[in-house]
Each structure stands twice: as C-alpha cells, then as structure tokens.
C-alpha cells in the first residue's frame, strides 16, 4: 500500500538530510504510527507520502504504482486515495459541519444525490449527526478534528493519513480521536498516524516506526520506546 | 444546507462571490481596465474614421493617366485592359479628347471665347481616369502604368495622397502600441486584484489540493472572476464611449471644414458592434490570462 524504498530526502537549505535512507512497507488494511521527536523527519515522511515533496533519491509506491514519475496532472487523483487529517483542523470557518465534508466530495465531483447520502452517513460514523448545520468556531476542538476526520473519510479513500492529529487536543479528547481511527482501520482502511504523543501510542500498542534525526531506528508493533 | 453541489454552478457563484467580497479591488481594476479601453477605443475608432475618409478620397482622388495623341484606337482599348489587371486598381473611366474639350468648356463658362478654334484643332488629349482600391499604393501603380505602350504621362495630386496614408499609418501604430499597453497594464491589474482572492482563499485551495481536486477546477472560480473583471470593463467603457463618441461626432459634423467636403464619418452605431466585440473579446483574455497567471504559485503544491 505504502512502500518507501531507499528513500533520501534533503531540504536545500540544510546540509542534513531529513530523512536518510528510509525502507518500510505499510500493508493494505495495517495501523502504523510514525513517531519521533520535532524536527524528527516525520513530517518529511507525510509530506512525501502526500507527494507534496519529491524525494532527493530512492522510490515511493503507493497502491502499487510508483509515484516518484508521477505526473504533476494526475497528483489529485493519487490524492482522492488517501484522506488526511492535520493537527490545526483546517477547517472552513463560514460553512458548516455539513458544508465542510460536502466540499471535500464536489471538488471531485460527486452527484448531488451522492453527496445528499455520503455526509449524514459519515456525520454519524463520527459522531456529530446533530451538528451539521453549525459552523465549526462553535464546535470544541474534539469536535472540529471528528469533522476533519469525518471530511477525509468521505470520498472513501484507501488510506487515512494524520498528522499530529491529537495535537492541540486535551488527552481524553485525543483517546476519543484515537478510537475513532481505530474503528475507521477496523472498517479495512490503513491508517498512518504520525505523532510525539508516548502515551496514546503505548496504549494503542500498535505498529511504531520510530524516525530520529532522519533515520529509522525501529519499525515494531509496540510502544514508543520498545515492546510493552 | 441546501446547497447544490453542481460543478459548473459553483464556479460561476464563487466567481461572482469574490467579485463582491474583493469591492475595492475589484473596483480599481474595472476602473483601470475602463481607462485604458477607452484609451484604445477613442485611437480605434478614430482610425476606423480615417480609413473611411481615406476610401472617399480615394474613389475621388485618382490620377488622370493621358493616353499619346498618336495611339491608335486598339492601342488605347488595349491599354484599358492592362491597367484593369494592376494589383490594386478599382475604376478605370475613358474620357475622350471631346470630353476633355467640353469640361473644360464647362469651366470657362461665361468665356466661351478663349476657346474659339478649339473645335476644329482639339488640343486637349484623350485620357483614363484610374481610381484605387488602396491609396497607399499609389507610387507602385504609377509605375506600372508608365511602363505601359501608349501612356504620355500621368496627372496626380500625390501630396494629398501621400499625407493621407502617413496620417492612417500613424493612427494605426499609435492604435496598436496602445493595445499592447492595454494587455500588458489590464493583465497586471487583474493578477494583482485575483490574488488578493486567492490568497484570501488560500485555506481553501490548500484543502482542495489535498481532497485531490485537480488544478482547472481550483483555477475555474479565479478565471471566472477574471471575466467577469473584463466583462463589466467592457460593457462600462463601451457606454462611455459612445456617450462621447456621439457629443464628438455632432462638434465635428457641424464645424464648417466638414461641411465644405464632400465626406462622412461613422455614426456609432455602424461601429458599436465590432467595437463591443473587440472589448468583450479583450476582457476574457485579459481576465483568463491575469487570473492563470496569479494562480501558478499557489496550484504548486
């Protein structure tokens, strides 16, 4: 599903590259946390999975196709695959819940009647079936981030990609957020979660890559800093 | 909530909804857009006059071509035939040596006198009358017909001429720098107004770009805008114009100069047409090219 082979990426303006020579392979269906400290290269490795930075060197394949070719025209069709999630929420501040996830199926142009089942469908899924017609600075910040959710599962993609999305959330909140990406993994979606937070990723006791100054030092199901 | 999500429905909405939102801006780039129109239009439609004038002087304004005394009649049919085949050659019209004789009779009028004698031994020659289709290339014609059998010499008022295609040729240079400039001023007003949208935009294009829409339907909104921009720019100036074109064009028609020719100048209607097209044509690919252009940084991504 998600596979990085000798993968090298370095900013021009450092000398270090922020990510060294990364091999992984992410599996159809499979729950894996990035993790690592800021400044790790975590974020490095989302931006290349969402083709928002090319690789200096090395090989992505993504659903079987190898991305590093891939011609700037057919980005946003890679893109329909994968649903993301940031830590900022990167909402619409004047429509509401319902107009949030709805854009994300017009702009590639779903029928009406589609969009009229999809969005009450995934509103519910995420909990919020009774905020749809709020705007989103009315909403607690748990809530915002299950709209964000709920608009990058709508399309139904293959893949689900967060960033830090428990970042700027208190730690129950977050729990409930992790919950929410685990019944979404359970429904056969993969889910990448790139993340600093040690104790969500101990207690999930899933699959960790763990990024440290660029490199990969240990890629195992488990804790943050090793099996539980 | 009751939204309708239809593709093409909602670029023209969010294309009117930045219009509005962006008033200043959009003001100042209709307002720009209009002046410099209006700047080509008065050059356009002053050039339109000219040309038009210039064709009236031309049918007036022909070179008399005097046939030798001494060609004979087939000479001088032939000699009709080779000038008809000139590039550039409208009217040829013989006037024979009795012809000659009596406009000059009809001149004299009252002094028929001075011409006594003249009946039995006509000194005037017979000659063609040779109208073109393109003043300009009065010179080049010319020498064609001297080289032809049978020709004596050609009569010509070449300064009128001359000034003419020099006033026309001027005109139409001055008209095509000032569209030149006009793209060039319009295209950068509109980049600048679009991206004011854009970048107040700019947390949409990004979720856009990640929910996978591609980058004509990010652009279709700002393009749409554009247009617009360009439409109500051509549609105000237009009014301007013939709103002066008209106060001008009575000034004119009245002030005795005119009156004494025998010329006439467009009325605005017989132009509104190709001026409007020219406008709205102008518009939309000024509008297209600025907002293309203010969005290549942000479709990046």
Same mark, same amino acid.
């Given at each position: ?5 000798? !993968? ?6 450092? *000398? ?8 992984? =392979? ?104 009774? =905020? ?97 | 909530?009751? #939204? ?16 509005? =939102? ?47 005394? *001494? ?85 010509? *008022? ?15 240079? #001055? ?22 949208? !854009? ?50 064009? *009575?000034? !004119? ?43 290549? =940084?942000?479709?990046?991504?």
């Amino acid at each position: 599903m998600i596979e990085f082979r000798n !993968v090298s990426k370095k900013y021009n303006s450092s *000398d270090n590259a922020a990510i060294h020579n990364a091999t992984f =392979k992410i599996n159809k269906g499979e729950f894996a946390f990035l993790v690592g400290s800021s400044g790790s290269g975590k974020s490095t490795m989302i931006k290349l999975i969402l083709k928002e930075e090319e690789p200096t060197s090395g090989k992505i394949i993504i659903n079987g196709k190898d991305t590093t070719f891939l011609k700037p025209s057919k980005v946003p069709y890679l893109r329909r695959s994968m649903g993301v999630v940031f830590q900022d929420f990167r909402l619409l501040p004047d429509k509401t819940v319902y107009e949030n996830v709805a854009f994300a199926m017009y702009v590639v142009k779903a029928t009406p009647k589609h969009v009229r089942r999809q969005v009450p469908m995934v509103l519910s899924l995420v909990g919020l079936s009774d =905020k749809a017609k709020v705007y989103p600075n009315e909403l607690s910040g748990g809530e915002q981030q299950r709209v964000a959710l709920a608009r990058a599962i709508v399309n139904n993609p293959s893949m689900l990609i967060a960033d830090e999305p428990t970042g700027n959330l208190d730690p129950n909140t977050a729990w409930d957020i992790m919950g929410l990406l685990n019944d979404i993994n359970l429904r056969g979606t993969t889910v990448v979660v790139a993340t600093h937070a040690k104790d969500i990723v101990d207690r999930m006791n899933k699959r960790v890559i763990r990024i440290d100054k660029g490199n990969i030092i240990r890629d195992e199901k488990g804790g943050y800093d090793g099996e539980i | 909530m009751t #939204v309708r999500y239809n593709s093409i429905g909602y670029l023209i909405a969010e294309g009117f909804k930045s219009v509005f =939102k962006q008033k200043k801006m959009t003001g100042a780039s209709i307002i720009i857009m209009c002046a410099t129109m209006f700047m080509f239009g008065v050059f356009y439609l002053l050039g339109e006059n000219v040309n038009y004038v210039m064709k009236q002087v031309e049918n007036q304004q022909g070179m008399r071509v005097i046939i030798n005394d *001494d060609a004979t009649e087939t000479q001088i049919d032939d000699l009709k035939v080779k000038i008809q085949q000139i590039d550039n050659v409208s009217t040829v019209t013989f006037y024979s040596k009795e012809d000659a004789l009596a406009s000059m009779k009809s001149i004299l009028g009252d002094h028929q006198d001075l011409m006594a004698g003249y009946d039995e031994d006509n000194p005037f020659p017979a000659s063609y009358f040779v109208t073109l289709t393109d003043l300009t290339q009065n010179s080049k014609v010319q020498e064609k017909i001297l080289d032809l059998d049978g020709v004596d010499e050609i009569s010509t *008022d070449n300064d009128t001429i001359a000034n003419l295609s020099k006033v026309a040729q001027s005109i139409q240079t #001055v008209t095509l720098v000032l569209l030149s400039l006009l793209i060039v001023i319009s295209i950068f007003i509109i980049v600048y107004t679009i991206k004011l949208t !854009v970048y107040a935009r700019r947390r949409e294009i990004s979720i856009m770009k990640y929910v996978g829409a591609t980058n004509s339907f990010i652009r279709g909104p700002f393009i749409v805008e554009g247009i617009i921009i360009g439409i109500i720019s051509a549609f105000v100036t237009i009014g301007i114009v013939a709103l002066s074109y008209n106060a001008v064009l *009575d000034r !004119v028609l009245e002030s005795s100069v005119i009156k004494s020719l025998t010329i006439s100048l467009y009325g605005f209607s017989e132009l509104i047409l190709r001026v409007l097209i020219v406008y709205i044509i102008l518009g939309t690919v000024i509008g297209v090219l600025g907002s293309m252009i203010s969005m290549r =940084k942000y479709l990046k991504v």
